[in-house]
Each structure stands twice: as C-alpha cells, then as structure tokens.
C-alpha cells in the first residue's frame, strides 16, 4: 500500500487536488468549524497527507475565502458573520437573478426539460432521512444544488456560472450550521413549485423576484438563528 504522504511527484498535483476537494466538504458541512485552527499536524494525520499537497490545498482554499491564511500564525477556517451571510445573499440575489432572467431569454424545450426532471428528482427525495428529528439526507443536498443550477445554466455565460457556484458553496456552509434547527420551520418545497411553475409560464419577474425571495428569507432564517445562539452565549 502506497503512503500517501510519499507518493511520487507526478502525483502531486492529484493529491492536492484530493486534499482540497476533502477539506472544502468538511468545511462547508461545518465538520471543520467556523474560527478553527487548522494545525499542519493534525490536518496530515487527518488526511493522510504530507505537508507540500497540504499547504498548496490550504492556500487554494485561502483564495476562495473559507480558510484564513496568516504569515507566523498558520491557517485557520474563515469565521461566519451576519455581515458576511447579508453580503453573500445580496450578490447571489443580483447575480443569479441575472442568469435566471437570461436563461429564460435563451429558453429550450430542452432546457425547461431538464428543469422539469430536476424539480420532479428533488421533489421526491426527504430532506432528513429520519421524520421525527433532522438526520440530513446527501441526496437531497445534491439535487437541491442540482435544481439551482438548472435554472441558470441556459444563461450563456460560464463565468457567471462559476461565481454563482462559489456563492451557493459559501452560503451552504451558513445553512448547514443551522438547518438542524430550523428545516421544519420553511415549506421549501412549494417555494421551489413556485419558482418552477413562474419559470414555466415564461414569467421572468415573477420567477427572478420568487428565486430572490427564496435566498433571501434563507438567509433571515439563518440570521435569526445566529443572533439566538450569540445571545445565549451572552447569557
């Protein structure tokens, strides 16, 4: 058996590549949680790595925001803050509220197809495997994401594509430190019949002003549930 910590250089960049994709989930499913010190030791224990394919994963991270990187001090995972999950919201409304409206432009029967198979996928799969008390379901993160990006790939513009993902990725961590306590509060699904129905009818308004409302009342839920847990930290 190979030790991944000395595989031999022409593995290098797949390593990293490995380490990366492994740290980004954690951090986002808040397995590494906001604020944390991420010590090389532990990171190469954890991992199974060496430090080369570390560092150039760390530092790839660093550049999309979820990992702090400080000369003498190392890294750490980027805190969350209300001001952070306000200005995430705000830009994926304008950004996404664009390439639904430009996806609907560019509308296909091949397109709305494909949006009609995504929302029939999500609808079908529970959001915790377990009814009584949250359990998340992976399968419902994937087509959910999958839902969202059908309704702005048909846009045109694999630039905006790009950065709406990295958008969804930051705001997923928010929702995931949160979603415990508030997934019975929202009807998500009918927000998402909503949004699929005005798409359908060729109503660009409505279907951009339903999309954006869908973010935004995520983001209050969230918010209020920050603010609860500082002010029980306070008490």
Known sequence: ??????????????????????LKNDILAARLEPGQKLSLRFLMD??????????EALNRLVIEELVIG????????????????????????????????ESMQNATPAWEEALLVAHHRLARTPRSLNPEQFEDNPAWEVLH??????????CASRPLIGFCMQLADRLYRYRMISIRKV?????V?????????????????????????????????IEADLRNAALSLAG
């Open 70 to 101: 400080r000369e003498q001090r190392g890294f750490s995972v980027t805190p969350i803050s209300l001001e952070e999950l306000n200005e995430l919201t705000r830009t994926r409304c304008w950004v996404e509220g664009l390439g639904l409206r």
């Open 46 to 55: 954890q991992y199974g790595t060496g430090q080369t394919p570390l560092r």
């Open 183 to 187: 997934f019975r509060v929202r009807k």
């Open 145 to 154: 994401r999958a839902f969202h990006d059908r309704l702005i790939e048909n």
């Open 1 to 22: 058996m190979i030790d991944p910590a000395k595989e031999p250089p022409d593995n290098a960049t797949t390593l990293a590549t490995s380490i990366y994709e492994r």
């Open 189 to 221: 699904s009918a927000e998402h019949d909503a949004i699929l129905q005005a798409v359908l009818s060729h109503d660009q308004e409505q279907a951009v002003s339903l999309l954006q409302a869908h973010y935004m009342r995520t983001a209050t839920v």
